[in-house]
Each structure stands twice: as C-alpha cells, then as structure tokens.
C-alpha cells in the first residue's frame, strides 16, 4: 500500500471511528439523547461507508495526483477546519434559521467552510472537515445525528478540493458549470411538478395543521437563485480564477453532496424520490449555494491576501 493511500485509509477511518463513538457509545451505550440517530441507524451507516468508499474510488482513479499528499499540516487544517464549522454549525442550527422543508433544515452558512478548506487546503481535509464538523455540529445543537448527512457534507468539500486535478481551471469550470446547471435545472423542475410536497415544519396538531403546508417557493427556487449568483460571481471574478474556481467547484461539491445525503433517506426514511429532492435536497443546497456565492470568493481573497503578504 502506499503512502499516501495509507494516510487516506487512515484519515477515513478516523472518521468513521468518531461517528461510532458518537452514535455507538454515545447515543445507544450512555443513552445521550442529542447523540442519537433514530430509526435505521445502521443503515445510515451503510451509507457512511458507501460516502468513505466513494472518496477512495476517487482518489484511486487520480492518485497520481499530489493533491492527496497528508503531512502534519494537512492535519493541523483538518482539526482546524472541523472545529470551525462544528462551532458555526451550531450557532446556525437554531430554529431561528430553519428552512422550511420536510425534516430538519437549517440555514447553514457555514458550509462555506468545508467548501473553503477543501479548495485550499485539499480534498482530505475538506472531507474531514465536512463531515467531522457537521457530525459534532449536530451533537452540539441536539437535534440527534444523521451521519449520512454528514458525510454528504464531507463530500461537498472533497469535491470542491477536487480543482486542483485540473491544470486547465477555466476549462474544468466550464465543465462544472454545465454539469451544475443540468442538476439545479433538473431538481427545479422536479419541484415545478411536485408543489403539493407537505413542509412536516408545519406539523401542528394544536393550531389544526397536519403537515399539509407546500415547500415555499422560495426554498423550491432557491437552487436556480444560487446557481444564477454563483454564475455571477464566476464571470465577475473572471480574472481572478481562484476565487472563480473555488465558488465554481463548491457549487458541484454542494449539489452532489447534499444531494448524495437527501437521496439516502429514501431508503433510510421512505421518503419517495421527489420528496427527498423537493423536500430535502432543495431546501438544504439551494441556501447552501447562496451562502458559497457570497461567502467563498471573502475566504478565498482574504486567504490569497494573506498567502501574498507571508510571501508564499
């Protein structure tokens, strides 16, 4: 095995050993309420493992490239990059921020985070980074853990750390554009066709409401509004590629790890395929893609500010 697929195997493991500890010891052992999963924990963990064998598939097929070398520093980020979108996930998760969907959706700029560490810092530590700081963000706020959606948050920063296997970053963002626009396009319309999904926020017996209430349109847009402002922030900074690339390829990472994430509780919940698009996947990526247009080009040009004054 080399080493750098041993460092990898290594980092994956790490992960999956800290949601165990968590969901395993924690929730079911001690019975710590705000570490439980809920129904089908183990299936949810089907899809961890499913989450951890798609970041090895990927960097088997590019493992020549030096992106997925892990040092000291890398380690460093990733411990760093945990604890802030664990800290900012929690101060975020609060009802106040709730987006209106059919389970628990919060409006998160923190995932600028994971989308930030990934693009500058590398895949591993954007995986790390997603999914370590979404798992105690949730343990934090006390909501019960999804690790399945934590992992779709690791993978929407491994992806977006996935530019650098691209010599030619305009060419590679032409292509993530494009693949971009074709998933929000088709997730739109899935919710043109499918307004009558009930918001389950709505879910109040007392005040006679049954979960009858329709994702707000809005929330059923909010994927073509995030895509249009990533766009946007794409051709503006035109001539500055890393903050282009950066937003351009979080905006993929998002839309495929979110996605990866509400597509799982379709068996996990029993949710049918447009209720997970409608009700999860474009409540939770839709903000998500607002939060990197405006977000990631601050981080990016604040990081290249301070790489240009370190002299590096």
Known sequence: MDRRLTYLTIALVVILAIFLLLVYVGGSILGIERLQTGENPLLRFVFVIIGLLVAIVIYWLTRENKIWEIGT????????????????????????????????????????????????????????????????GDALTG??????????????????????????????????????????????????????????????????????????????????????LVVAVRYLFASNEDVAAAVTWSMLGNLLGIGFAAISDIWINGFPFAVAIVGEFLPAAGPNLIFAAILVPILVAAYTSVQRQAGR
């Open 143 to 228: 909501f019960g853990l999804s690790p399945q959606w934590s992992i779709g948050n690791g993978l929407v920063g491994l992806i977006a750390g996935m530019v650098a296997l691209f010599p030619d970053k305009k060419k590679s963002m032409n292509t993530v554009l494009i693949i971009s626009v074709v998933l929000a396009v088709l997730a739109t319309v899935i919710f043109l066709i499918n307004r009558n999904v009930p918001n389950m926020l709505y879910f109040a017996p007392d005040e006679g409401i049954f979960g009858d209430q329709q994702i707000s349109l809005f929330a059923g847009l909010s994927a073509i509004i995030g895509l249009i």
């Open 73 to 136: 520093r890398q380690v460093v980020y990733m411990a760093i990059g945990a604890a802030l979108y664990a800290i900012f996930s929690y101060l975020f998760n609060g009802t106040v921020f709730v987006v209106p969907s059919v389970s628990q959706v919060a409006l998160r700029p923190a995932i600028a985070i994971p989308m930030f560490f990934g693009y500058a810092f590398g895949p591993v530590v954007g995986f790390f980074t997603g999914a370590v700081g979404n798992m105690f």
